[in-house]
């Protein structure tokens, strides 16, 4: 069994700055890329960032020069920074990882239960 829970959700102002943590725990043999989605209401889910385990990025046009994404391979954690937070980035965030259990060759996709991110005007 795999988890992935998030943390770091919550209110804050247009401009002000929130953090998202993810840790990935279970079964585990092996973490690759980690990623953050975000749905708001009435909307499908999109791409927001990812990071590969060798850490290299990438970031929706939307929050490029806004949000950071970084990762800690030793605790599969990965952390979602996020400045200059406008209304527009309201929704709920959701962690993604593409891991690799112990005996198993395959890689599968895992999502947390997601946080809430609301920012008011």
């Known amino acids: 069994q795999v988890q992935l829970v998030e943390s770091g959700g919550g209110l804050v102002q247009a401009g002000g700055s929130l953090t998202l943590s993810c840790g990935a725990s279970?079964?585990?043999?092996?973490?690759?890329?980690m990623g953050w989605y975000r749905q708001a209401p009435g909307k499908q889910r999109e791409f927001v960032a990812l990071?590969?385990?060798?850490?290299?990025?990438n970031y929706a046009d939307s929050v490029k020069g806004r949000f950071t994404i970084s990762r800690d391979n030793a605790k599969n954690l990965v952390y979602l920074q996020m400045n200059s937070l406008k209304p527009e980035d309201t929704a709920v965030y959701y962690c993604?990882?593409?891991?690799?259990?112990?005996?198993?060759?395959?890689?599968?996709?895992?999502w947390g239960q997601g946080t809430q991110v609301t920012v008011s005007s």
């Open positions: 279970g079964s585990i043999f092996r973490v690759n890329d």
């Open positions: 993604n990882a593409k891991i690799q259990r112990p005996a198993e060759w395959y890689i599968n996709d895992y």
């Open positions: 990071i590969t385990r060798g850490a290299s990025t």
